[in-house]
């Protein structure tokens, strides 16, 4: 069964610094991966897209593929009290599938 | 851009009745669609991929005949979940995605089953 593997955390970053939040993924025919950040009760936002192996940034953002290592995370820099939530690696099903699927999440609390 | 809107956001029904969910791109046109499905403290699961004017494709567990989907245009889908139970309720999920790769995710529909 295809799987993504995310830490569950709580992860606790004080405001200001980096958070790091990393994902694993087995299926090697995957070419799509995403990073949602999703409040309680509520649905998944996209946050950042990533395809290619190496750095993606946008804003404070930035996401990071190594397709050999099964392996994607995401640098949120100057963390802010309102960027605690859950975050969500979402990885395309292989073999030409759209469909995603998500990893459990990594809940980040960040402290002010 | 890239809006999904859902309705309704929250239903309660009773055991044995039928539900409809729709689900509209409001300002894109949605070649694919997704239904997803969240119980409490899980992640989403996938249950269906429809096209437009195409049959949907159901995941492995997912009954096809319980969960219809249509998709009868760009910009809309509907998921009915018929003669549902109280296992049914769940946090439903639609995304839709255009031209490109990305899935923008409507607000969800939290379906409560007496």
């Known amino acids: 069964q295809k799987e993504v593997e995310q830490n569950s955390g709580p992860l606790s970053v004080p405001e200001g610094a980096i958070a790091s939040l990393n994902c694993t993924y087995s299926d090697r025919g995957s070419q799509s991966f995403f990073w949602y950040r999703q409040y309680s009760g509520k649905s998944p936002e996209l946050i950042m897209s990533i395809y290619s192996n190496g750095d993606k940034e946008d804003g404070r953002f930035t996401a990071q593929l190594n397709k050999a290592s099964q392996y994607v995370s995401l640098l949120i820099r100057d963390s802010q009290p309102s960027d605690s939530a859950t975050y969500l690696c979402a990885v395309n099903k292989g073999g030409g599938a759209d469909g995603l699927t998500f990893g459990k999440g990594t809940h980040l609390i960040i402290q002010p | 851009g890239a809006v999904v809107s859902q309705h309704p956001s929250w239903v309660i029904c009773k055991s044995g009745t039928s539900v409809k969910i729709e689900c509209r791109s409001l300002d894109f046109q949605a070649t694919t669609m997704f239904w997803y499905r969240q119980f409490p403290k899980q992640s989403l699961m996938l249950m269906a991929t429809?096209?437009?004017?195409?049959?949907?494709?159901?995941e492995q567990g997912v009954e096809k005949d319980k969960f219809l989907i249509n998709h009868a245009s760009l910009t809309l889908s509907t998921l009915t979940v018929t003669s549902a139970h109280p296992e049914d309720s769940s946090f439903y999920i639609c995304s839709a995605r255009g031209l490109t790769r990305e899935q923008y995710f409507g607000p969800g529909t939290r379906l409560t089953v007496t």
């Open positions: 429809s096209n437009e004017g195409s049959k949907a494709t159901y």
